[in-house]
């Protein structure tokens, strides 16, 4: 038995047990992504578990979306459901750019500043330090772009979903939007640095339900009667 197999019609699906092996990977990577954060601020990590954290967020974001896809898809797949897929990856590739980059201006940067033989030239790499952050607050604009859009495709596919419904689109709608708003009228300034709140939380909250939801239901994705559809090239 294939992984994909093509139905009468020509649309090609995925078989039962694939798409709930992806549905479970999504569970597993979702939940590690939302306690990567918690953990890495509030416990006194070693250091390289720390930086870890930070950097891997990013590609178990992307594999948790990528997993959702045959949930959401079925019984039968959107043009919000692929494009918020694909949304959801780019997301998380350019979430962790963001975070190396990060990582990389901070350990060369802060060692160059130790080594300065005067406050002067210390001085002058604080600056450099400040510049090249500009870099990385662009690419964390990129990645909360894609994330938003990502979220906001999603509950407009989730408005007639059987698993989810409208309290699930309007939540997510409210969610995303207020994160995209927030950070588009702020933009180039993070909301937080420009005195407004970040809504970023309300968007992980959203997630967590979102991922409840799909464990309470788990055994409905493997069901044959409606085959899922993986996204066409």
């Not at 494009?83 to 190396?100: E, H, P, S």
């Not at 009228?185 to 991922?211: H, K």
Request: aromatic share 14%.
């Amino acid at each position: 038995m294939t992984a994909v197999s093509r139905t009468r019609t020509g649309t090609m699906t995925l078989q039962p047990q694939l798409a709930r092996a992806l549905v479970r990977t999504a569970i597993i990577a979702g939940l590690a992504a939302g306690l990567m954060y918690p953990i890495r601020t509030f416990l006194p990590l070693p250091d390289f578990l720390s930086t870890a954290f930070f950097i891997w967020f990013g590609p178990i974001y992307a594999i948790a979306i990528l997993g959702l896809y045959p949930f959401l898809a079925k019984p039968q797949p959107t043009l919000p459901i692929v494009l918020g897929t694909l949304f959801g990856v780019i997301g998380g590739v350019t979430n962790m750019m963001f975070a190396v980059i990060q990582l990389e201006n901070l350990h060369y940067i802060r060692g160059f500043i130790r080594q300065a033989v005067s406050p002067e030239l210390q001085a002058q790499w604080r600056n450099i330090l400040r510049g090249v952050f500009t870099v990385q607050n662009g690419l964390n604009y990129v990645s909360d772009f894609f994330l938003d859009w990502c979220v906001l495709l999603f509950a407009i596919a989730m408005w007639h979903h059987p698993k989810f419904g409208k309290a699930f689109a309007l939540t997510g709608l409210l969610a995303g939007g207020a994160h995209f708003v927030l950070k588009a009228w702020t933009f180039p300034m993070p909301p937080a640095e420009a005195g407004w709140v970040d809504a970023g939380p309300l968007v992980s909250a959203w997630f967590t339900l979102v991922l409840l939801q799909v464990i309470l239901n788990l055994k409905w994705v493997a069901s044959p009667t409606n085959a899922v559809a993986p996204p066409q090239p």
